[in-house]
């Protein structure tokens, strides 16, 4: 375990060392706070609520949600298929550490570092600035619950992603048409709240409104009840538990395909 | 009249001092601390065409960043240089088409295309006629045989392949001017006597000026009349080879880690150590240029390496020992000593 | 100075031709990297389509105008993402110290670096963007006559200029920093913004993105002229000196990082 700590918190480290990066993503991240806040109170206009959301409620969610996608980017995909052209996993394999929990602790440490840099201060302007409030109660308990899951749940897609480079070099496309649909699909562009009924129920049975609506929607809604909460951390928990079998199932299945081929 | 010249030149970096750990690393975020580093400083010298300099000294001399101002990719600090007629800062252009350029180990051919393509680009780019190109791409082929080369892509080629095809088509475009940085590092022997035959008889082909920098004196021994030695942005040598001809080769320097390190104290061990052996009247040295490491520079005819090494190492508490490459750090000490004066 | 442009023209045909070559080595990679560029096109679309679900009209602006805007945006970033598209390297190029070769040549520095990359799938979103602005402006029963065309045409210039000259001024931050990755995220961000109609902003920003950083002539000032004239401000006729300007400041950014930057020691 302690070595699996010692990669999270070097990697924080490299995070820190760049001061020019600190800064402009911070005023990146800021700046999309403003454009959420433009475009969703002309989205509004004189309207009290949409689809059941009142303006405050959809600049939370979209702010969490926002703030969670940077939070979530650690490139695990790009180490991944790094390890994998350079031939590294395979050298890894021999090795007494596994390749995927070294992989997930090192992204671990740069969502601590994103957190730092992005989360707090983009949740700081939310709250200071935009004076947006949030209703006060369990739902912060679970929120902080269902973020680790949802984290998890992103990180495990991503090494996923990352494998495909077994097979094919282009991991640019993959990943940007991967990135494209979880934004869409999980509520990251637009609450799920705005979508059409049959998508909405459709989506339910994805894995990806795991990754921002629930937290999202565990934060801003205060209609739901600690049994939905339970509920929801549930379908997260077990979606991380089946990508989880899948990503090491992938990953013998594909180790075992390059073996055979002399790689 | 002199094809280079440069005077006084200096050029001087601002680096940010880094701290270490988990606050070093959040002060860093607003460090204002730099400290200086002069990596030339103030240095002067004059190259008839025709000539093969070799520009020498140990890592981090200044060689490279001299190159850098004499191609015109750094802005002097200080000082002035001219290179055919031009201050290369401000004329980059036009005095890069009379200039081929090669730097370490890094390929300025397209990485992802058949060499010969590449050949093709560099035609079109210096704006070279068929019939220099059919001449040039002729004489390539006859002293390194390259045409086998032709189809494969640079990524391709081995380290030693590819510095054949960077040279050659570094002089495709008949330049006056060849800088070679280190084009024979990382190589094996063979290919480097290879690329030593091949830069001899470019430069002896079209009488083009050669600029060579390397830490290896091989290069120099084969290919140079005049070396102009630097260290630590200073011009300790310029002249004939033969002077310090002699003093090459003949000193090794080993360097040690011993444990537990307690400065002047411990470099006084060691001598005594030596002394011990090999009486006062012995060539050698002992000194420490980096906290906890120690050098001896010894003559090797007088002090064979492996009897020097067993001996410290049966005396002294030594924890882990380097064989320096080559004895460039004994000659410069020499140097510094007063030894060609 | 006319034999010039023609060996600078025949240069980049040549250069380009290589490169081309040389991906196509990489066929499936095109093929995916192509379906990630569309898909992510597509899906602000869908975007917009759901948005409009719940709304009649965005700051007044009905669905097809903003799908007008939308295409002119694609139509505008297009050139900076088919003939700039080696920009993205320049970090990496810095930071292993490879820009360094890019010096070496008796050309232009800014064309002989940009002449090494050609991003194809770039053409896919000019497509696209075209049918969405033929969509919209059917729709929107607009008649496409000379002078509109003309418009049309001129104004798409002076914005790929605004596009190009954002994104070289935002990565020539790696000549100071080498880490500059998250400049160019910024810009890229801000970027976006230019698909939204800037009179969604108030006070501050509309300032902001209409004088200093310019992203309102990307794509709804000049939207705006095509679609209702008559509410258009004066300030988009002079788009062409807007986007040539703020070119010329880029380059001008470019050479003087080309000039500062002292490469990684070797
Ligand atoms: N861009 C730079 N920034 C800071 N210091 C540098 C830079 N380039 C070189 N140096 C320093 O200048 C000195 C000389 O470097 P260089 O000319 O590369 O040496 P050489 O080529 O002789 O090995 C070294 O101490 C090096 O660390
Ligand atoms: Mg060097």
């Known amino acids: 375990m302690r070595r699996y700590l010692a990669l999270t918190k070097c990697a924080f480290l490299t995070g820190m060392v760049w001061r020019a990066h600190f800064i402009f993503t911070l005023i990146s991240n800021l700046a999309y706070i403003v454009i959420l806040y433009f475009l969703w109170k002309s989205i509004y206009g004189v309207s009290q609520t949409l689809n059941g959301m009142t303006f405050n409620q959809v600049f939370v969610y979209m702010t969490v949600t926002s703030s969670i996608f940077v939070l979530f980017k650690t490139w695990l995909e790009w180490q991944v298929s790094r390890d994998i052209i350079s031939g590294a996993i395979t050298t890894q394999l021999t090795k007494p550490l596994d390749h995927q929990l070294m992989v997930l602790s090192h992204a671990f440490g740069r969502t601590l570092n994103n957190a730092l840099v992005i989360t707090l201060p983009a949740l700081a302007v939310l709250f200071g600035i935009f004076r947006a409030s949030i209703p006060v109660g369990w739902n912060v308990l679970f929120f ?120 | 009249m002199a094809i280079i010249g440069v005077k006084n030149l200096s050029k001087h970096f601002k680096v940010l001092n880094r701290h270490e750990g988990l606050l070093g690393a959040a002060r860093d975020l607003f460090s204002t601390d730099y400290r200086l580093v002069k990596a030339v400083d103030d240095i002067s010298f004059q190259i008839e065409p025709g000539e093969i300099v070799g520009y020498i000294g140990p890592n981090g001399a200044g060689k490279s960043t001299t190159i850098k ?62 019939e220099t190109y059919d001449h040039q791409m002729g004489m390539f082929n006859e002293l390194a045989d390259l045409k086998a080369l032709y189809p494969q892509t640079v990524r391709s080629l081995s380290l030693g392949q590819r510095m054949l095809c960077d040279i050659t088509a570094s002089f495709l475009h008949n330049p006056k001017i060849v800088f070679l940085d280190e084009p024979t590092i990382g190589l094996d022997i063979s290919i480097k006597a290879r690329i030593r035959e091949l830069i001899k008889e470019l430069n002896r082909t079209h009488n083009t000026t050669i600029i060579l920098t390397t830490h290896d004196i091989g290069d120099v021994e084969a290919l140079c009349s005049r070396i102009i030695i630097i260290d630590q942005g200073h011009i300790l040598y310029d002249g004939d080879i033969k002077r310090v001809n002699q003093l090459f080769g003949a000193y090794r320097t080993l360097r040690v880690q011993v444990r537990p390190y307690k400065g002047e104290q411990t470099i006084d061990q060691v001598r005594q150590t030596l002394v011990e052996r090999y009486g006062e009247d012995r060539d050698f040295t002992v000194r420490s240029r980096e906290m906890g490491w120690i050098n001896i520079t010894f003559r090797q005819d007088e002090m064979p390496l492996l009897e020097v090494l067993n001996y410290a190492m049966s005396r002294l508490p030594i924890r882990d020992v380097q064989i320096v490459e080559l004895a460039l750090e004994g000659v410069i000490r020499r140097i510094y000593e007063g030894a060609l004066q | 100075m006319f034999a010039n442009l023609v060996h600078y023209g025949r240069l980049y045909l040549r250069l380009e031709a290589q490169y081309i070559k040389a991906r196509m080595n990489y066929r499936v990679d095109f093929i995916v990297s192509s379906i990630g560029m569309i898909f992510s096109n597509i899906a602000s679309l869908a975007v917009f389509w759901v948005l409009f679900h719940t709304i009649p009209h965005l700051a007044g602006w009905t669905f097809e105008e903003i799908l007008f805007i939308y295409g002119f945006y694609l139509l505008a970033v297009s050139p900076a993402q088919i003939f700039f598209d080696h920009i993205w390297q320049l970090r990496y190029h810095l930071m292993e110290g490879t820009f360094i070769k890019y010096y070496f040549r008796p050309l232009n520095m800014m064309f002989y670096y940009m002449s ?82 800037t009179t969604i902003f108030d006070g501050f920003f509309r300032f902001l993105f209409t004088y200093i950083i310019p992203i309102g002539f990307i794509a709804f000032y000049p939207s705006q002229l095509m679609l209702r004239p008559q509410e258009a401000s004066w300030l988009i006729y002079i788009s062409p000196v807007v986007g040539i300007a703020l070119f010329a400041l880029a380059y001008l950014v470019w050479s003087v990082g080309v000039n500062s930057y002292s490469g990684t020691g070797s």
């Not at chain 1, 897609?157 to 094919?168: A, E, H, Q």
């Not at chain 1, 640019?172 to 649909?181: A, L, N, Y």
């Not at chain 1, 991380?240 to 899948?246: A, E, K, Q, R």
Request: with cysteine; glycine share 8%.
């Open chain 2, 69 to 130: 101002m004499m191609t015109g990719i750094l802005k002097p600090t200080e000082g002035k240089i001219e290179v055919n007629g031009n201050v290369p800062f401000k004329n980059r252009q036009k005095n890069a088409q009379n200039m081929g350029v090669i730097f370490g180990q890094r390929t300025q051919l397209w990485w992802d295309l058949p060499v010969i393509e590449s050949f093709k680009l560099l035609k079109e780019i210096y704006r070279v006629d068929q």
């Open chain 3, 116 to 197: 090494e990359m050609v991003d194809i799938k770039g053409f896919a979103q000019v497509v696209l963007g075209g049918a969405v602005i033929a969509y919209a402006s059917t729709q929107l029963g607009l008649t496409w006559t000379a002078g509109r065309i003309g418009l049309m045409i001129l104004t798409l210039f002076s914005a790929s200029l605004v596009v190009i000259a954002i994104l070289v001024i935002a990565s020539c931050a790696a000549f100071w920093t080498l880490q500059s990755y998250s400049i160019l995220a910024l810009a890229f961000r801000l970027r976006e913004f230019a698909q939204y109609p």
């Open chain 1, 144 to 263: 902080c619950l269902s973020l680790p899951l949802a984290c998890l749940l992103s990180l495990v897609i991503d090494y996923i992603i990352g494998l495909t480079s077994f097979y094919t070099e282009s991991l640019w496309g993959i990943s940007t048409t991967k990135e494209i649909i979880v934004l869409v699909l999980s509520g990251g562009l637009v609450p799920l709240g705005f979508f059409p009924e049959v998508m909405r129920n459709i989506l339910s049975y994805l894995p990806f409104q795991a990754i921002y609506h629930t937290p999202a929607s565990i934060l801003t809604d205060a209609s739901l009840s600690l049994a939905d909460y339970t509920s929801m951390l549930g379908v997260q928990a077990a979606w991380v538990i089946v990508l989880l079998v899948i990503s090491r199932l992938f990953f013998s299945q594909a180790v075992k395909a390059v073996t055979i081929n002399g790689g």
